[in-house]
């Protein structure tokens, strides 16, 4: 089991950037697959990006690749999104995730209660 806090959000201008930062704790972290996900209002979350238990292997939505990256650091259990070039369509509450691979909100069963990021014209 995993418990997952994230932070790092806040208001940003349009083009800027923005760390999301994601503190794991529990031992079997660095056996989760990673993901972050995102829900702005009146929409259903989304997958942004994830990442292996390895570090090697990501996968980014359509909609933020070029633009977003994520790492992790098993050693200090902790995964980071980095946010470049940010758009008004970004802003939205952004979730950290554990579980195995893939691109589905059921793919992960660990939640983190996550963190606002909104991005201002």
């Known amino acids: 089991q995993v418990q997952l806090v994230e932070s790092g959000g806040g208001t940003v201008q349009a083009g800027g950037s923005l760390r999301l930062s994601c503190a794991a704790s529990?031992?079997?972290?660095?056996?989760?697959?990673m993901g972050w996900f995102r829900q702005a209002p009146g929409k259903e979350r989304e997958f942004v990006a994830g990442?292996?238990?390895?570090?090697?292997?990501?996968q980014y939505a359509d909609s933020v690749k070029g633009r977003f990256t994520i790492s992790r650091n098993n050693a200090e259990t902790t995964v980071h999104l980095q946010m470049n070039s940010l758009k008004l369509e970004d802003t939205a509450v952004y979730y950290c995730?554990?579980?195995?691979?893939?691109?589905?909100?059921?793919?992960?069963?660990?939640w983190g209660q996550g963190t606002q990021v909104t991005v201002s014209s």
């Open positions: 995730a554990a579980g195995a691979w893939g691109v589905n909100n059921r793919d992960y069963p660990y």
């Open positions: 529990g031992r079997t972290f660095s056996s989760y697959n």
């Open positions: 990442l292996n238990w390895t570090g090697y292997r990501t």
